[in-house]
């Protein structure tokens, strides 16, 4: 078997070869050779499943779609592979020996000797079997911590890298605008600068590794209708312009992210695969985005059947490409047959697939796979004998020592403290009842789009491929003088109660409860939560609060222990509970990492990334309300909520005292300088993060009360002290204006530095002076913090 492919052309020859020579030179030198037939065929993929023999893909039997035939395409050659380690349990040794296969296939079967890009889903790790599963994006946003989820990220990257991989599905910047979204899980939070860092630290990290990281879903799929999956969004532009778009900006802008993919819904009427001014107008010629836009799974064949605003599958091909979409996925439906004869018929200008194949191009070129030396043989199988597969089952490892002890980091910095009358840590009980559905699953750590979750469980046949210890085990491991009696009591969903007596009985015989509560990812309508498993209300699912409130009524001290993908509404736990924890599917490493909060080996240091509300119905509801969306007294539903964003606790106390301000005020293209000393008042290390809002009180638009503008997670030894110093550019007090240009403006605000968004321990009145000021992508986005020790 030999490493290159032969081409017509003798490598190094041809002008798009040559590595030496800038992008655009090679690109157009092979744009100018393609045929048309040629060029489309670079602006689709096609869904295969890698063969567990290590022989080539097989395109995948999806029901939505009828199976291409591979082998009448490649000649004109093909854009991308779909998912060929995510679509079944393969061995991964044997996955990256089937991609070397067909790219050698693909490759030899073109004039050119082009590759096909591959990608994958990497929203909690490597989406392959016997890879990593880390945390959920809302774990990571827990963590308030974008050093941490850069480095996993460039972990994650580094495995898809090693076995061929080249694009990662990933990150979602959709920001949660209501909790009853199936999505909220894939989702780093209710606040776009917390998502925009988090997932801006992501990007730079997946992309570190040489992997294609792509933005999703641009734009508003989040702000749906009753937090219906692809149901209508009825958000104006002011809330587009403010909430949604800021965390791509920031990602296009700081993250050198290479690709986009749109989103399903349409915002008052103009779906975003067909949106020219979004795709084009937006993310191109105003933020200067130079790589793909890709499409949502079957998004442009939506634009005929769910979105009608095409007649036939050419004219939803022409409605996409003129709006900006690059490239079809997951396979050829709209810009096969139907684009050639829309081209052919001159309905389609050869313009739109010469400006999409260039973009195409371009990023092959950049990841070498238009170099006169690729080579099909991927790193993980570099040197080995690809002639005996049995020989290569096993030999790669995706959940090595390393990547688990990085998720043990991400999972043990994102679990959040909600509530604790002293309890926690528990001190030596001599018997804990454990109690809940989540108390015995071992895939409740794990998110919709894990790979045992999203594909595992349509295989029950395979082995998970990486070990997820239960919540049980993790406990008894932890506590390891205690008797842990572990019983259910009810299902994650349904409305049997016929096991609550028993819970009840082993919590009277305990010293202390932990309550296994939570969710079951899955997906449309196979779990509790993921995508298109939506919520009526934000209940606990099933039975739950029953049984919960039946483990209260025992007396015994109760520790609510929440693995979930959304925030729920707790009832009486909220008052009556002795402590609340709450994760996000925290992954393989979680039920330790819970554990080890419970009985105080690890300082909780968690924030929450979404507000955890007081009652099940009072949705759609976050902390970015303005006045009106605050409890009133012309209306009975009242949104508080019961913790609020940026919350948490741990297992010490921090004072802030100081603020100082150099200047009160600074003009509208300055920046205000304050300091405060942040001391830790108690007898163990803990980690504060410290929450920098803004509040403008007379604006020209209604503002929300509140909005995070910049926060820093500040470590401390017991007793320890620092000064903090923060320098706030007035570019971060804009907004989109009355004319829909961001705008600067005079006038007397508020700086707010908070624990959480409920808990502000500093307030500085300052005030910008001067002109109003139009500002645009190109604005200040953060501010500035030094952080000193000091000794007062």
């Given amino acids: 078997m030999t490493d290159n492919v032969t081409l017509d052309i003798a490598p190094g020859t041809a002008t798009w070869t040559d590595p030496t020579l ?298 996409a490409l003129a709006a900006g979409v690059d490239v079809e996925l997951p396979t050829v439906k709209t810009f096969g047959e139907p684009l050639r004869e829309a081209l052919a018929a001159g309905v389609v200008p050869e313009a739109l697939i010469d400006r999409a194949v260039r973009r195409v191009l371009t990023q092959k070129a950049q990841l070498g796979l238009l170099d006169a030396d690729w080579s099909p043989v991927p790193p993980a199988l570099a040197g080995a004998d690809l002639s005996d597969p049995d020989a290569l089952r096993g030999t790669v490892d995706l959940d090595p020592p390393a990547n688990r002890a990085l998720a043990r980091e991400v999972a043990e910095r994102s679990v959040v403290l909600l509530a604790n009358d002293g309890i926690l840590p528990l001190d030596r009980p001599a018997r804990i009842a454990l109690v809940g559905p989540q108390a015995e699953s071992p895939t409740a750590v794990l998110g919709c789009y894990s790979f045992p979750a999203h594909v595992g469980s349509r295989h029950p046949e395979v082995p998970v491929g990486i070990e997820l210890p239960t919540l049980a085990a993790a406990l008894r491991a932890e506590f390891g003088d205690s008797v842990v009696v572990s019983v259910a009591g009810v299902r994650v969903d349904g409305d049997d109660t016929g096991g609550v007596p028993a819970a009840v009985e082993a919590a009277r015989g305990a010293d202390v409860v932990v309550a296994a509560l939570g969710d079951r990812a899955g997906l449309f309508g196979r779990g509790t939560s993921g995508e298109g498993c939506d919520a009526e209300s934000l209940a606990l699912p099933g039975a739950q609060q029953h049984l919960l409130d039946a483990l209260l009524d025992t007396g015994t001290p109760v520790v609510v222990t929440l693995l979930a993908g959304r925030p729920y509404a707790l009832g009486r736990a909220v008052t009556e509970a002795a402590a609340i924890v709450q994760s996000f599917f925290p992954g393989e490493e979680g039920t330790p990492a819970i554990a080890g909060v419970l009985g105080g080996r690890i300082d909780p240091q968690g924030r929450l990334p979404v507000s955890v509300p007081r009652g099940p119905g009072a949705q759609p509801s976050t902390y970015l309300a303005a006045r009106l969306g605050q409890a009133s007294d012309v209306s009975n539903v009242d949104p508080t909520p019961a913790y609020g964003f940026g919350h948490g606790l741990g297992y010490t106390t921090f004072d802030w005292s100081g603020l100082v301000l150099d200047e009160p005020v600074a003009a509208t293209d300055g920046e205000l300088r304050l300091h405060f000393t942040l001391r830790n008042t108690g007898s163990r290390w803990g980690s504060e993060v410290v929450q920098v809002y803004a509040h403008d009180p007379v604006a020209s638009v209604v503002q929300p009360v509140q909005r995070l503008v910049g926060y820093l997670r500040v470590p401390l030894a017991a007793g320890a002290a620092c000064r903090i110093d923060l320098a706030v550019p007035a570019d971060l007090f804009s907004f989109t204006g009355r004319d829909g240009r961001r705008v600067v403006e005079p006038g007397e605000l508020e700086l707010r530095l908070a624990a959480s968004s409920t808990d502000h321990r500093l307030v500085a009145a300052v005030a910008l002076r001067g002109a109003t000021r139009h500002v645009d992508h190109t604005r200040r986005l953060h501010p500035r913090f030094a952080v000193t020790p000091s000794a007062g």
């Fill in 22 to 319: 800038d992008l655009a030179t090679r690109v157009d030198a092979l744009v100018a050779a393609m045929t048309l037939p040629e060029k489309v065929a670079q602006l689709y993929g096609v869904w295969v499943g890698a063969a567990a023999d290590g022989g080539e893909v097989a395109p995948y039997q999806h029901e939505m779609e009828e199976p291409v035939d591979l082998a009448a395409l490649l000649d004109a050659g093909l854009g991308q592979l779909t998912r060929p380690f995510g679509t079944a349990p393969v061995d991964p040794a044997l996955g990256a020996l089937s991609l070397l296969r067909t790219q050698q296939r693909i490759a030899a079967a073109n004039r050119f000797g082009i590759p096909a890009m591959a990608h994958e889903e990497c929203l909690a790790g490597f989406a392959a079997w016997g890879a990593t599963a880390y945390p959920v994006p809302l774990s990571w946003g827990a963590t308030f911590d974008p050093e941490l989820i850069g480095r996993m990220a460039a972990a994650i990257g580094a495995d898809l890298r090693r076995v061929g991989v080249h694009q990662g599905l990933a990150p979602v910047l959709d920001v949660v605008r209501d909790a009853r979204w199936g999505r909220v899980e894939e989702t780093i939070g209710e606040d776009p600068y917390l998502v925009g860092t988090i997932a801006t630290a992501y990007v730079r990290g997946l992309e570190s590794a040489g992997v294609v990281a792509t933005l999703k879903h641009f734009a508003g799929y989040s702000a749906s209708r009753g937090g219906r999956n692809l149901a209508p969004v009825p958000m104006g532009p002011r809330e587009r312009a403010d909430v949604i778009l800021p965390p791509f900006e920031m990602a296009v802008r700081e993250g050198g992210a290479r690709s986009v993919m749109h989103a399903y819904t349409d915002t008052d009427g103009m779906p975003s695969a067909a949106d020219e001014e979004l795709l084009t107008g937006l993310l191109r010629d105003a933020w200067g985005f130079p790589g793909t836009v890709v499409a949502d799974y079957f998004g442009i064949a939506f634009l005929r059947t769910l979105h009608g605003v095409a007649g036939s599958w050419a004219e939803a091909a022409g409605a």
